[in-house]
């Protein structure tokens, strides 16, 4: 069973940085998009960054500039690095890839 495993998230204080990691065991990550979503409490799952097979990225509009999204080919791992983070940023951060979601990863910004 193929599957997305997320990591790399934890607390900060605004203005700091963090690096989310999403690894595929299996082979999706060659074959499609793979996207970065989030979800604050209270509110519905909201798109935050994608990444093609070619490395074609887009991002919403809340994280453009201060988000980037990269992938390890060689690593099967894509990377969701998250500057000058914001207390509005907060939330459970998950990876999609064709019809498979990772368990998410906490992120929360507070001073």
């Known amino acids: 069973q193929v599957q997305l495993v997320e990591s790399g998230g934890g607390a900060v204080q605004p203005g700091e940085s963090l690096t989310l990691s999403c690894a595929d065991s299996g082979t999706l990550f060659h074959m499609y998009i793979v996207g970065w979503y989030r979800q604050a409490p209270g509110n519905e799952r909201e798109p935050v960054a994608f990444?093609?097979?070619?490395?074609?990225?887009n991002y919403a509009d809340s994280v453009k500039g201060r988000f980037i999204i990269a992938r390890d080919n060689a690593k099967n791992t894509v990377y969701l690095q998250m500057n000058s983070l914001k207390p509005e940023d907060t939330a459970v951060y998950y990876c999609?890839?064709?019809?498979?979601w990772g368990q998410g990863t906490q992120v929360t910004v507070s001073s």
């Open positions: 990444i093609s097979t070619g490395g074609n990225t």
């Open positions: 999609h890839c064709g019809e498979v």
